[in-house]
């Protein structure tokens, strides 16, 4: 019996290395903070580096009218702003398994920019699904049973951001100009995040001078290789194979839910790599906002 009799096909596949690929992202960013390189910094290089493997993706087929630009520039600089964040969230000490339980409160946030935008409603269904997100986002970050003196307030505030700007940037990616393929889109995308990054970081200048958060340095060999690393591997490979995903194969429902791997291996790796533990309640809350995920994947293939 071959894949496609199995109802497993190449799509399938694409999602889970594409997964695979994702899970090692706060992996590659504790890595580098370690080894002395800023949220800033890796967003930058990461971006930039990410850019001539994607132009190598679209066979140098590079497109951008005229009319276009403020599309691009704006979800450019939310995209921008989305890695920020996720990436500042380690910067400021969350431990891996929270910054990535919260940064899944994105279908929540998402559900709501539906419902402002008048494109969904949020039914009663959802309404429970998102309480029991909130709750376990909650109960992942410690706010409800740990000592404030434990807490990375700075790291949680950075994850839930990284959440609502990833609903944010999805639901600009929605409005994608259909005179460019989804590539195409993609390397204009990064194209303008890397400025914005910079603009970014020389506006938060004005209001820290922390060099984890904002510095900028030059980089050791060590610090190179991570990052272009960082950039192949969880970056350009995984976003360029979702592209190569094919509606008929893959339901989206099917998509969102084999994509949930790349939180629970990320926990996998924060425990077999660094060695990072939570509480049993903590681990609860991260299971309760990856289910409420999972189940909002589901009412959205109903509606």
């Not at 959440?163 to 259909?178: C, D, E, I, W």
Request: proline residues 3%.
């Amino acid at each position: 019996m071959d894949g496609e009799a199995l109802g497993f096909t190449k799509s399938h596949a694409l999602l889970i290395v594409a997964s695979f690929s994702f899970s090692f992202i706060l992996v590659f960013s504790t890595l580098l903070k370690n080894s002395g390189v800023s949220s800033l910094q890796q967003v930058f290089f990461r971006v930039t580096l990410a850019l001539p493997l994607i132009f190598l993706l679209i066979k140098g087929k590079f497109k951008l009218e005229k009319k276009d630009l403020p599309y691009f520039i704006l979800i450019g600089f939310v995209f921008s702003a989305f890695l920020f964040s996720a990436l500042s969230s380690i910067v400021f000490g969350c431990p891996i398994a929270v910054s990535i339980a919260l940064l899944y409160t994105q279908p929540f946030f998402t559900a709501v920019l539906a419902a402002l935008s008048k494109r969904e409603r949020i039914t009663l269904e959802k309404s429970v699904i998102i309480g029991v997100g909130i709750v376990g986002a909650l109960l992942a970050s410690g706010i409800l049973t740990e000592e404030y003196s434990n807490l990375n307030i700075t790291g949680i505030f950075f994850a839930l951001l990284a959440g609502f700007l990833y609903a944010t940037y999805l639901f600009l990616k929605r409005m994608r100009k259909t005179s460019y393929t989804p590539l195409q889109g993609l390397f204009n995308t990064f194209m303008f995040a890397a400025p914005c990054t910079l603009i970014l970081g020389l506006t938060l200048r004005l209001f820290t001078t922390n060099t984890n958060f904002i510095g900028f340095s030059t980089l050791d060999p060590n610090q190179l290789f991570l990052l272009t690393l960082f950039a192949f591997f969880s970056t350009a490979l995984p976003y360029g194979l979702l592209n190569y995903i094919k509606l008929s194969e893959v339901s989206p429902t099917t998509e969102g839910t084999i994509l949930l791997l790349d939180p629970f291996l990320h926990n996998v790796w924060a425990v077999l790599i660094f060695q990072q533990y939570l509480s049993l309640i903590r681990y609860l809350g991260v299971g309760l906002t990856l289910i409420s995920a999972a189940a909002m994947l589901k009412t959205k293939q109903k509606t």
